[in-house]
């Protein structure tokens, strides 16, 4: 019995390791199953992967990271990626070399304007190339719900058929944007208005609008912009933000700058 036992030992220690080493690799994953079976998520979005230099997007890591996902709790979550031409005019809006993605701010605003209500995104780690740091963000709620590291492991030609590539739902295509809305400029408590009319395609891409805003010392008068694809608007005078839809089904105009001094944020009232 104890010739068995000691043979046995090194097979089970073996087995042991094995085991844990398993469940380390799968901390984030299974970590995250666990919050989306509360919330009961089906879908994940993937913003892509980033690193040194500047924030530069490394796109051919991009399917390693849906790969992965992709293999959480058994397949069963679709795992979106965006068509990289629209996300990459996304990125190029809501990205800035400086832009901290340690702030699921910054995340969420990505994860809004694709239309995820689950945005994971990956960073590149120099000490380490052969891992990547991951988070979780809930974008309409601005929260992250999961963080880790997991491996960097080249995928296969084909992704698992539970990854899916498309293109963001575009909000001004399928909703028509001619609508009130209130909200605020540069963080002050002082409500305005921003009174949206006349919205004309100018291309099957693109649409252009008047609108009329009013704070409580002056009214301006002027005119927007949207890039109907990518869910990106332009206020004159304002900037660039994007549009989407919030959890109470409202339409959103959001600054794509997420500093205080020259942000702004109006939410749909009503039709016209």
């Given amino acids: 019995m104890e010739l068995l036992r000691r043979a046995l030992l090194p097979c089970i220690c073996g087995m042991i390791c094995l085991a844990a080493a398993g469940c380390g690799r799968d901390k984030f994953g299974n970590a995250l199953d666990k919050v989306l079976e509360q919330d009961t998520v089906t879908t994940i979005g993937v913003i892509g992967v980033f690193g040194s230099p500047g924030n530069h997007h490394y796109v051919e890591r991009d399917a390693a990271l849906a790969a992965y996902l992709a293999k959480i709790a058994d397949g069963k979550y679709t795992i979106i990626t965006i068509d990289t031409a629209v996300a990459n005019k996304v990125l190029s809006v809501v990205v800035q070399p400086t832009s901290n993605f340690a702030d699921a701010k910054v995340v969420a605003k990505i994860g809004k304007a694709f239309g995820f209500k689950i945005a994971v995104i990956g960073e590149v780690m120099p000490a380490d190339p052969e891992k990547l740091a991951v988070r979780a963000i809930h974008s309409l709620d601005e929260e992250e719900i999961a963080a880790g590291e997991i491996p960097f492991e080249?995928?296969?030609?084909?992704?698992?058929?539970?990854?899916?590539?498309?293109?963001?739902?575009?909000?001004?295509?399928?909703?028509?944007?001619?609508?009130?809305?209130?909200?605020?400029?540069?963080?002050?408590?002082?409500?305005?208005?921003?009174?949206?009319?006349?919205?004309?395609?100018?291309?099957?891409?693109?649409a252009e609008f008047l609108y009329t805003m009013n704070a409580p010392d002056s009214r301006q008068d002027g005119k927007g912009k949207l890039y109907l694809m990518e869910n990106i608007v332009e206020l004159e005078g304002l900037g660039v933000g994007i549009i989407y839809v919030n959890a109470d089904g409202k339409i959103v105009l959001e600054s794509a700058d997420n500093n205080l001094n020259s942000s702004w944020l109006f939410e749909e009232v009503a039709n016209r």
């Fill in 154 to 206: 080249a995928p296969s030609t084909a992704l698992p058929a539970n990854v899916r590539r498309q293109t963001p739902p575009p909000v001004a295509l399928n909703t028509d944007i001619k609508r009130f809305f209130i909200g605020h400029i540069n963080a002050e408590e002082v409500a305005v208005t921003l009174d949206v009319k006349n919205v004309l395609p100018s291309s099957s891409t693109e």
